[in-house]
């Protein structure tokens, strides 16, 4: 934790311009800023910190930290930093929730102790709080997209040193089941190595497609109409229909956004197929539009079991699957082709309460 000291105890020589000024800049700071004195008051709080935060300068100010907030909301103890105990120099929070609806927010946290000029006794804690969830996620997606690409050269290797023995084997094994017709064990074991050669031929595949992905044809849209379209023929689809009713949630006018049609739609066919799988007896499946200036939000909610925690941290990445016959692509290419478009994929669940995914994506899609 930063500390920081007085230059000067005399007041400044226009002491009133000052003081507007200075509130000037904390009305107008991009960053929240909270002061807390020694007996735990807050007597400094900015618009960018209501916001932040999530309470009015009413409910706030010159009144004690504790009565007002958790006492570690801001991931470190206020009773311990006024008191002088050591703290982290910034530290990050993910919380709350917006219109309703689970949304996580990063907080880059900035506390600074501020001492006495004389005596070295803290006098009480300047904190700065900053927004740095779309950091973060342009971070994630910078990350992802480097490791997609070493997969790429990876999959083209393995792809080419493995598909020609698998040609081979795949070869002898179809003479075989020719072969065997008077002995039918043996033929079933031949057919079963087809069968795997066929199966590994679509795994490579899919991991080709997945790391080597195909340019977006975007085109304005309305989100509606894909959703209808999408609810339409999932109806249709018996799998589905027999497991859960389809429920729809948003507005009924154009929201319009810059989308690849068919690869948004693939991602919410894959949604709505899990959810139906997740489903023990018949449940809904809930398709949720909203939208703001910037973004549309697109959310499958369902009524199934839930998705543990140490499931949820692994469940889009590629390979990675709780089916038995899974191979663990269908989120990983959900979640590339929503960042394709420079969006977010985000997952939330609570145990016997269900699980919902969220896409958001820009309306205007920028390169």
Known sequence: MKKTQPTSTSAPPNEGQNQGFLQFILDHMAQGILYVDHEGTITVYNPSAERLLGKSANDVLMKKFEDVFNEQI????????????????????????????????????????????????????????????????????????????????????????????????????????????????????AEYIVKGTDDLNEILTQLLNYSHPQPLQLEKVDTTQVIREVMNQMQADESVSEKAEIIYEGPEGREEA???????????????????????????????????????????????????????????RPFFSTKPKGNGFGLAESRRIVDSHNG????????GKGTTFTITIPREHED
């Open 74 to 189: 801001l991931g470190f103890s206020m009773n311990a930093a006024l008191e002088g105990e050591k703290i982290p120099e910034s530290c990050n929070i993910s919380y709350l929730i917006e219109n309703g609806r689970i949304k996580e927010e990063i907080l880059e946290i900035e506390p600074t102790q501020v001492l006495e000029t004389i005596g070295n006794r803290s006098v009480g804690l300047i904190i700065l709080i900053r927004n740095v969830t779309e950091i973060r996620r342009l971070e994630n997606i910078a990350d992802r997209k480097n490791r997609l690409q070493d997969l790429g050269e990876m999959a083209s290797t393995i792809g080419h040193e493995i598909r020609n023995p698998l040609g081979g084997i795949k070869g002898f094994a179809s003479l075989l089941v020719r072969d065997l017709e008077d002995q039918p064990k043996l033929k079933s074991m």
């Open 344 to 351: 977010a994929m985000e997952v939330q669940s609570e145990l």
């Open 258 to 316: 810059f989308l690849d049609v068919p690869h948004v739609k693939s991602v919410l066919i894959n949604l709505i197929f899990n959810a139906a799988e997740a489903i023990e007896n018949r449940g809904s499946i809930k398709i949720s539009l909203s939208g703001t200036n910037r973004d549309i939000s697109i959310a499958v909610t369902d009524d199934g079991p839930g998705i543990p925690d140490e499931i949820k941290k692994k469940i889009f």
